[in-house]
């Protein structure tokens, strides 16, 4: 083929010399520059230094390199304008066919625990996405490479055609725009977070990769495929898949990030058993084991068919009971080969390593979409402990009562609202989620206990506004009520607890979960 030129300039320097090497031989004539140039010449792969190829020095400590006409301008230029090929012509500009830049690792950089705010400046990249974007908006004439997976596919086709295919092209600019995007919204983040650490920008840009495509979405006749972001805890994204076969639905991940959401919320050996994104069953214990058979003993009916998350490795003998019955998803820390072995012999199991349980992320955010908008909150990492409990009734609770309490409200705040929760000492007896009213929750959470509800505590996401959620529980068997407080009847739901003998103590915080 006739004499070509690529410009070659990466962070990432990954397969960079056999993809250098191999445009040299197809008779390209490969410009570059600083640390992609000393790795191509150390290798035998001939490179014109961007410096000698404009003519101008770089400068500024490496601030300024590759911007310069004659390198924008090889770029830029349309192929078959004759106006743009006598400028190249007048000026002796070649055309530059292969761009081939990937950017500094800003999220990366910032990510560290000693990233000063002068590392971060140094690590935004300017002529990298100059680059990035001439080539990606003259893509029908050049070949944009921004990830060195692309490499061996224009190599390729440049061995078998002469040139980069139309459709590979138009594939390779969408991916370099996501490229500097995602690069533009990470400093966007940092500098925002930086100068305006208690403000929600104006402008909120959000990065997200792809994982893979999904079967389908909530129904069968939708579309869907799963995205990931950075997160700083353990959540869905950092999970190992362990099994083959099955892959995980869209509403299988929704029930996995609650299931993770509530099971991190416990030191204690903890199981959390969901369907639909509202808990069957939660249990604590000294021994996984026992955690797992009391979130599954609470409400075994509604968990067939569930996910199940455990906060501790789990034993043969966790791994034959969930065996023994039907199991979507098992999320847990790690997996020790015989319980892996024993998880692997049921058929269609999806089994996931989650990592050490971590909750670090302080400076997390929820996104929830609307048509047409966003809503973006801070996460609920509201603790609710012993000392917020005010005590508003004649009764006081028990020390058991009260850890009881506690270990409900943790389960309520990850229940759909109006949600009611039943328990006795660390599990679950009754759950009513999701209800209009919250009277009905009550009844839900009442049905489900059985006698189980006799003695138990009940959690309640928000106030009471009538006391009839008082009735039904006192009913049931309920001894103590937690819950946030603030209705205008308060009085009168305090009255109807003091008439059961049951204790009541407010938390003057809400927790809705929509």
Request: one cysteine or more; glycine letters at 6%; hydrophobic letters at 45%.
């Amino acid at each position: 083929m006739k004499a070509a030129y690529a410009l070659i300039s990466v962070y990432d320097k990954a397969k960079v010399v056999d993809f250098g090497r191999g445009l040299h031989k197809l008779g390209f004539k490969i410009i570059s520059s600083g640390g992609t140039a000393k790795v191509l010449s150390d290798a035998g792969v001939p490179v014109v230094q961007v410096s000698d190829y404009t003519g101008f020095p770089e400068m500024l400590d490496g601030r300024v390199k590759t911007i310069h006409p004659k390198v924008h301008a090889g770029i830029l230029a349309v192929r078959g304008d004759r106006k743009h090929a006598e400028t190249l012509a007048k000026h002796r500009i070649p055309a530059i066919d292969v761009v081939a830049v990937n950017l500094y690792p800003f999220r990366e950089t910032v990510a560290k625990e000693d990233c000063r705010f002068e590392d971060a400046i140094e690590d935004i990249d300017v002529g990298g996405p100059a680059l990035v974007r001439a080539a990606a908006k003259n893509h029908q004439d050049v070949a944009v490479v921004v990830d060195p997976a692309d490499y061996a596919v224009v190599l390729e086709e440049l061995e078998s055609g002469e040139k980069v295919s139309m459709e590979t092209k138009k594939r390779l600019a969408v991916k370099a725009f996501a490229h500097t995007a995602e690069y533009d919204a990470a400093i966007h983040r940092f500098l925002a977070k930086t100068y305006e650490p208690d403000r929600f920008p104006e402008k909120f840009n959000i990065s997200l990769t792809k994982a893979y495509d999904l079967r389908y979405g909530e129904n069968p006749h939708q579309k869907a495929a799963y995205y990931f972001d950075d997160a700083a805890e353990s959540c869905v994204s950092e999970t190992k898949i362990l099994s083959e076969g099955k892959q995980l639905s869209f509403n299988n991940l929704i029930d996995v990030n609650a299931a993770l959401e509530m099971v991190k919320e416990f030191e204690k050996p903890a199981a959390v058993i969901i369907k639909h994104l509202n808990p069957a069953g939660v249990g604590c214990a000294q021994d996984i084991h026992s955690a797992y058979e009391a979130a599954h003993s609470a409400d075994h009916l509604s968990a067939y068919g569930c996910i199940v998350a455990l906060n501790r490795e789990p034993d043969d003998a966790v791994a034959k009971d969930i065996v023994s019955t039907f199991v979507e998803v098992v999320a847990a820390p790690s997996f020790g080969k015989n319980v892996l072995d024993i998880l692997l012999s049921k058929k269609n199991m999806r089994i996931l390593a989650v990592g050490k349980i971590r909750k670090e992320n302080k400076d997390a955010l929820d996104y929830r979409k609307v048509i047409g908008g966003m809503l973006i909150q801070t996460a609920d990492q509201r603790e609710v402990t012993e000392k917020d409990m005010r005590v508003v009734t004649m009764r006081k609770p028990t020390q058991e009562e009260v850890e009881a309490m506690l270990f409900a409200w943790k389960v309520c705040k990850h229940t759909r609202s109006n949600s009611i929760i039943f328990a006795k000492n660390d599990r679950t007896v009754g759950v009513g989620a999701g209800q209009m009213s919250r009277v009905d929750a009550v009844k839900i959470a009442a049905m489900k206990a059985k006698e189980q509800a006799k003695g138990a505590v009940m959690a309640s996401d928000a106030f009471f506004p009538f006391r009839d959620g008082i009735d039904e529980a006192a009913k049931a068997g309920i001894t103590a009520a937690i819950h946030p407080g603030g209705s205008i009847r308060d009085r009168e739901v305090i009255e109807a607890a003091d008439q059961y003998g049951m204790a009541m103590v407010f938390t003057g915080v809400r927790g809705f979960l929509h």
